[in-house]
């Protein structure tokens, strides 16, 4: 649990990753006005310390036909098979986040789906897992929030 | 809600794009057999369509301090609320996700913090937002997955 | 309380018309081996007496572009605005049934909608009524039964 | 999905429909300013194209002695059953609505009986099906809103 | 379903014996300006209609060393055992009370008990009856009122 | 808290009485082998000592048409409105029951109805009481089991 | 349940143990005007009856790396495994406090443990205990009162 | 939340002071074999670290007239309240134990009491509280575990 150290730099150099990863690693360097080695170096060593794990698209769903989101809590016969049943949850692409959590659920999962027949055949998919016992969905009329980059900016200023 | 039609061509440049956004252009074209230029077209071409909305950092927030995931469900004294509920919801940078959702909650968040006691801090700030009426968390502890790529991809094949 | 009588042909009328209400009264009087007149006269009477209270036609909601269906079980702040909130909730014509009910719900609605964004402002309009404390949706991924003809041909058979 | 195309005409004949399925289509035509044939083609046209699925009557329950209604949420003991447990509940009449849900129930059903005891006796029908692991009932005490022909007048007027 | 007439000496009559069932008959007569003989037959033909099924003391159970009292829910495992199940609960002198019941519980007891303890053992002997699923408990701090009288002076003052 | 003490005389006498309060005193004393004397004394005693508190007519309420019996769980505003609330619930005669109880409801209450259409009624009586935040009932399709007698036998039989 | 009779004397001899379980008894004596003798002639004696049942330090979890505590709810297959479990429970040493309890679980268990993931594993040391069949985890997330004393000081000043 | 660093000699120390708090240090320097000044000394610094904040009495509240033991789940108007309610919950002694918990309560406390009753005018009192909105109550029916011994033992072993 020891946490890797990052200085000042490493951390502008974070900030405007976060917003496009894109950003030539020249146009850091200009920015910060160090070399764009220097920038090369320091994402390397954030990449190697596995700080920065790989990057992602920031896609419309909706546009690309998969608007319908909803949370499914899982209720498991028996805990023991959590680990078998998250790996059968990992095969379904649908879902995007599952989590093993306290309260009434065992685990919990996020999935996308394009309409509400399409999300009936997801559950179902999970629901028929062994060792699942029950779900229970609940669904997302809309996504209001969907944003890590103030998280980010948050945390790379409070360091 | 019509659709913007992606041809085989995007779905790759897609695909490629989806496990790492920093792939140079060229690496795309020639692994397509297309000229570089093309590649920007289409990509810009989804950018102004808005299927394309950015690119975001994967880092490990547990090296980053962050390891303690909750969800928190949120009661509004009137569903009048919601609009400026979510807009102070917004400001806080803990909360990355909230939906407005069936069931017995009207507004469900997924917030990371430092720890226990850092939880309690980000719970109480929601619950202290004019119009909540009461909050309920789960708590997540061990997020097991957490991968858009596995849909995109899947997305990308069935269209 | 007391029920009106009704003999073997009002049932056997009555067993014709549920299947289909625009049969002509011709037909049903050549097939029960009875005058027009009196199939006339015993409709007349059955629709005098109450029993039908009129024919409804039987559209395809999904063709019409309506395939959410949901319930919605609403908490009053208290019964006594029972009948209050009845009347406005007859006013949002997406409501398509609604019962005063025992246990935790005070007044369950069903709602049928274009889409889930529908459904959201259908459910808002409901939150938004004076007297409503909260709602709770449950989501029909699939309408496997709606049929009250079988109903209709057991009560007749039972007589 | 692509939905059928309904024109003006079209809308008010249904309009005129919805209130009395008994109507003659001379008096639709005479209203409409048009020849009862064309009045004819159009409704057989929405009927073969499924948009009019039939017409069923109105009847007063309470008068026919089945004045209890409630709300009956079935568990599954898995979804793999859903199938044909909705062929089992399609066997009894007293069922006249049963939707695949999301939330707690997996099935959720509305029915119709003469008494408490009656009722009693169609939740235990219920009950008994193979792969049934438990139902829960809420009772209506009041059925104050059963209606349809309010959305059926305004989808068309929203066409 | 047909009810038993009882007229204005029935009344009077049922409304005297309902504070005292000792009360003699020739105190009953005198009261009501009737002969003990009449009283008497009255009293025989409502017994033998089934009306009155008997008479009970009201013992103080606080006096008696049981002043805990409690309402157990028991779910069990298939509503086609509740008349098995009943019959055992019928064993247990300690269920004073039990109904099958809608909501969420399938049978609903009331027992009585001395102590905390007592009640456990209580608990515990439903528990075990096979079939039976699960039970919840809910205890009464304290029973304000438990008076079947006034209901009984109102039926007789309504009819 | 100190109990009073009955002898085996004693509880032979009530045995006697808890199946027919009626039972002459000299039909006891002859069974008893006592003169009728004592037993009177020993009656009189227990009244005095508020062991026996009177007695109560056992009628057939599904004959006197009150038929309907449902539980009602109280929620108050706040627990100090208890006492007062009480007072309000001993005024309506259909409430049998009313205990203050632990676990989700403040008061919980039993009533009975003569049917569906008059529990409403009740249940609103209890709704609009001042300090009563909201109802949720459960409805008791069948009561298989009422029936204090094996208790109090147990009880003398246990001492 | 017949209560051991305290004097004066214990109950100042006790409010000072209270405090500190380490106090010589020569302190005790000086400060009540008694012998350090009848001190510890006093203390045996409670020992001997039970009331002393021994004296435990007062650690500071954070401080040893345990500050996470959680309540865990359990249910069982069936009440008869409840000594079973209990026994199993009583091997896992973060469960400190065990209760059986009314309400919906059947056992209810308070745990301390080092983090989130290491909750996670006491967790499932429960769950995988033979004849649990499920729990539900609440998390407390600051514990602000842990004190038995002045409940003690209440219990001998009401004595 | 740097740890203070307890080196093999405290563990044993520790270990001893566990089982009985009242050991006279000269017993454990000789088990040690080190001088009893040495145990002095370290139990000084562990004081002073605030590892060790006191030692108390294990009392039988049995035998003292306290066995009633109960868990109240509190909800708050508002979280906000929430260190006002704690501080008037502190003045209730009979609260030994009160957490801010995540889940469906604002604050979880556990309650001691002589009976039913008292248990009822405890929970009123924590009721009465401004800006407690509602209670829940469990009750315990046997508390099998209460016991941080084997939790100490187990730290120091495995630190």
């Known amino acids: 649990m ?7 730099v490493d951390h502008q150099i974070l900030d405007m990753l976060i917003d496009n990863t ?27 310390a596995g700080i920065i794990m790989g990057s992602s698209l920031v896609l419309d769903y909706d546009k690309l036909g998969y608007s319908f989101i909803a949370y499914v809590g899982v209720f498991l016969n028996n805990t023991s098979q959590t680990k078998f049943v998250l790996e059968r949850i990992n095969e379904i692409p649908y879902v995007t986040v599952a989590s093993v959590t306290t309260g009434k659920f065992n685990i919990f999962c996020k999935i996308r789906a394009k309409d509400t027949k ?20 609940m669904i997302s ?4 929030i969907n944003d890590k980059k103030r998280l980010m900016h948050t945390i790379f200023k409070e360091m």
């Open 2 to 8: 020891s946490k890797f150290r990052l200085d000042e």
């Open 22 to 48: 894109r950003v030539p690693f020249t146009d850091i360097a200009k920015k910060l006005l160090i070399s764009a080695g220097t920038v090369h170096v320091r994402v390397k060593k954030m990449e190697d």
């Open 118 to 137: 399409h999300a009936k055949d997801v559950i179902f998919m999970i629901d028929d897992i062994e060792g699942v016992y029950r779900t229970e969905t």
């Open 141 to 144: 009329l809309e996504e209001s």
